[in-house]
């Protein structure tokens, strides 16, 4: 695996580009599953299922719920990566551009000081920022993080449709969209995992992700503003 200096400069590399980033590359058989939401109930129980494949796991975090889950945000940071969701998951570019930086800002910095980590990673909440928050990160070497395929969790699908959809979207460089505190997620991700391990599969980090597949900034670049992303 990378090391943390490798990791750090992957993600800074792609960072430095001020767009946001849906996939890595395609030269190797590693995947990010990511996380939204937490922590809460089911984190522990996901991590308990990532550890028997040693696998890890990004996870995006609101920092709303740090103050009653704070010993599972630390075990986040142990175990895998974590990157920020704002404080209390808004939809972005609904509210001003102070209160969005406040959003990030906060939230970052109680996760870096209950985690005793760098939070350089983020996920703007439904997937949907503004070009003066992405400045604005740009700025701080944050770097936003969407996804290749979305399970649709948090769309109401159920566990059987969240399996496929997850299974469909593993690909070398691929980033998978889950939500850590569903039963219906939980139920899939156990079954996920295994099949992951059977296809020759690793499940990385993010920052694991972008150092082992570097993504091509060209694709990076021409990818931005498609979709979900800047608004």
């Known amino acids: 695996m990378p090391t943390e200096a490798e990791q750090r400069a992957a993600v800074a590399r792609v960072a430095a580009l001020g767009v946001p980033i ?21 984190t522990g129980k996901v991590l308990d299922e990532l550890r028997k494949y040693r696998f890890r796991a990004t996870w995006f975090v609101n920092g709303k719920n740090f103050a009653q889950w704070g010993d599972t945000l630390r ?3 142990r175990e895998g990566a974590v990157g920020d969701h704002t404080w209390s998951h808004p939809y972005l570019p609904d509210v001003p551009v102070g209160r969005q930086i406040s959003e990030v800002s906060r939230s970052a910095a109680a996760a870096s000081r209950i985690t005793g980590t760098d939070i350089t990673l983020f996920r703007p909440p439904y997937g949907s920022t503004t070009r003066e928050l992405g400045a604005w990160m740009q700025r701080r070497g ?16 159920g566990r059987e449709e969240i399996l496929r959809l997850s299974k469909q979207g593993v690909r070398p460089g691929a980033i998978i969209l889950l939500h850590e505190n569903r039963g219906q997620t939980y139920w899939a991700v156990n079954r996920l995992l295994p099949w992951i391990k059977k296809q020759g599969y690793t499940a990385v980090t993010v920052p694991e992700l972008l150092a082992l597949n570097p993504p091509n900034v060209r694709a990076v670049r021409a990818r931005a503003g498609s979709g979900v992303g800047f608004r």
């Open 22 to 42: 849906y996939e890595a590359g395609r030269q190797g058989k590693y995947v990010a599953l990511t996380f939204d939401d937490g922590p809460g109930p089911y």
């Open 75 to 77: 075990r986040e940071a």
């Open 142 to 157: 944050m770097l936003p993080v969407l996804w290749s395929t979305d399970s649709r969790d948090s769309l109401g699908a």
